[in-house]
């Protein structure tokens, strides 16, 4: 038999099998199912503690309600497209198990401030795993960013040698993008965190509700204070959408780098193979395809982004069914980027890093020029003039085919009289390194204090 329609005594004519599957939610929204029902049990004890229901009809919600929570947890519950989406599913299954009492749920709310409250709830639950998962990724790349507190690489800007950097410090810009990703995260946790029910469809309702007792009951901050925009605004959820997105993009950069990185022409780092593939056809081939994905995916999440401010754009208030569509955007929002946090965490523990390659092509590049320069300078040489001489000086170099600080003392004093024997302590790359000292700063010393600092903010 069919299951009829919580609304279709207005009806002369059932909808056809295609509008009926067209507008159906339950296809996806059944992963509201948990967060329904604890919303449905703190409105019912609200209603209760109001005198709008008795204690009898509580007692049973709660006994049903338990039935069909076992049920879902055991994968026994059947959802049913005739009842259209994941609140009416579990409405009826409640009233086939109690009867009268279970129609009377419904009292004083609609499926619009319901629906409103479940993914708010829903969210709120996976915000935070999503900065549980943040953490860990930072721990992860805390880890390797101290054993490489020292490690000597290339700083590039336009992807051309600029200045030595530590791979722990270029780790560590990284750690600073995640740590504003889960600040952004608990941010809007804040917004997430207000309870619409009571809006009932659009004006509240007439019965002596009480909104702040069940806000109180499902651990929310506040209540939405106007009606129309509790069940009409997912800004909420553009939020966090767009706060996905940039911890999306930050990945994809890093994803960027780890794929150049581990390219033999630089080969800087190797990627432990299992999370790599091989070539059907290559026989040599081994390629990060991890990496690739995360890149990929993150046009993915974007999208859901932009699909999300379309949706909302221009609509008018109050409720309207464009926003039954905010809901795979956003789950599969959740599922990419917590999958994604996942594995990151746990490949950038597969990555081996090669210090002597990092070193050689920083000493192809004449990366310490600019240490040259600010040498000069603090032997009392205006800068623009001492970077025409560090230019002449590279120009030379670059024809000897070596590096700045394999000129003898003799061929550098050609350039200034100023420059004297100390001048190869800034010309080595660890040299470059220890004169960037301080806050912020890539000296392997400020290096260290930055983990630790990240160390005890994420303790
Ligand atoms: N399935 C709907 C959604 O996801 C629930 C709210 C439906 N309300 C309505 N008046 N049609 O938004």
Redesign the pocket.
């Known amino acids: 038999m069919q299951d009829s329609h919580a609304w279709s005594g207005r009806f002369s004519e059932p909808v056809s099998e295609l509008v009926k599957h067209y507008t159906a939610?339950i296809g996806f929204?059944y992963r509201l199912a948990e967060v329904d029902i604890e919303g449905s049990l703190a409105h019912a004890a609200m209603l209760n503690r109001s005198g709008v229901l008795s204690d009898a009809d509580l007692e049973a919600i709660r006994r049903g309600m338990a039935e069909i929570r076992d049920d879902l947890r055991a994968g026994k519950l059947e959802w049913s497209v005739d009842l259209?989406?994941v609140?009416m599913n579990i409405e009826r299954r409640l009233t086939d198990r109690i009867g009268d009492a279970g129609k009377r749920l419904h009292t004083g709310r609609?499926?619009?401030d319901q629906?409103a409250t479940d993914i708010r709830l829903w969210l709120r639950g996976e915000i935070d795993a999503t900065v549980h998962l943040l953490s860990e990724l930072q721990r992860s790349l805390l880890d390797l960013a101290e054993t490489h507190a020292d490690t000597v690489m290339p700083g590039f800007t336009h992807l051309q040698v600029a200045q030595p950097v530590t791979f722990g410090h270029h780790l560590l810009a990284y750690v600073e993008m995640l740590a504003r990703d889960a600040e952004r995260m608990q941010d809007c946790r804040k917004r997430v965190n207000r309870l619409p029910l009571g809006a009932a469809?659009l004006a509240g309702t007439t019965y002596p509700i009480d909104r702040h007792y069940t806000a109180e009951l499902l651990g929310f901050d506040d209540v939405c204070h106007n009606s129309l925009d509790a069940v009409s605004d997912r800004d909420f959820a553009i939020e966090f959408t767009a706060a996905a997105s940039l911890v999306m993009l930050h990945l994809s950069r890093l994803s960027e780098e780890l794929i150049l990185w581990m390219s033999p022409r630089v080969g800087f780092i190797d990627i432990a193979d299992r999370f790599c593939t091989g070539s059907s056809i290559m026989p040599q081939k081994k390629n990060p395809d991890v990496p690739e994905l995360v890149r990929g995916k993150s046009g993915r999440v974007v999208g859901h982004l932009i699909a999300l401010i379309t949706l909302m754009k221009a609509q008018p208030l109050a409720?309207n069914?464009d926003?039954?569509e905010d809901?795979e955007p956003l789950f599969d929002t959740v599922d990419t980027l917590q999958t994604t946090l996942r594995i990151y965490a746990d490949m950038m523990r597969g990555v081996t890093v090669k210090p002597e390659a990092m070193r050689a092509a920083v000493l192809q590049g004449f990366a310490t020029a600019t240490d040259l320069a600010d040498y000069l300078v603090k032997k009392g040489l205006p800068f623009r003039d001492s970077h025409e001489v560090v230019a002449l000086a590279v120009r030379h170099a670059e024809r000897q085919g070596v590096d700045l600080a394999d000129l003898p003392l003799a061929a550098l004093q050609g350039f200034s009289a100023l420059i004297a024997e100390d001048v190869y302590t800034v010309l080595t790359p660890e040299g470059s390194l220890a004169q960037r000292d301080h806050v912020g700063g890539t000296a392997p010393s400020q290096v260290k204090a930055q983990i630790a600092r990240h160390r005890g903010r994420l303790a």
């Open positions: 939610s929204d259209e989406d609140h609609s499926r619009n629906v469809a409720y069914k926003n039954q809901k």
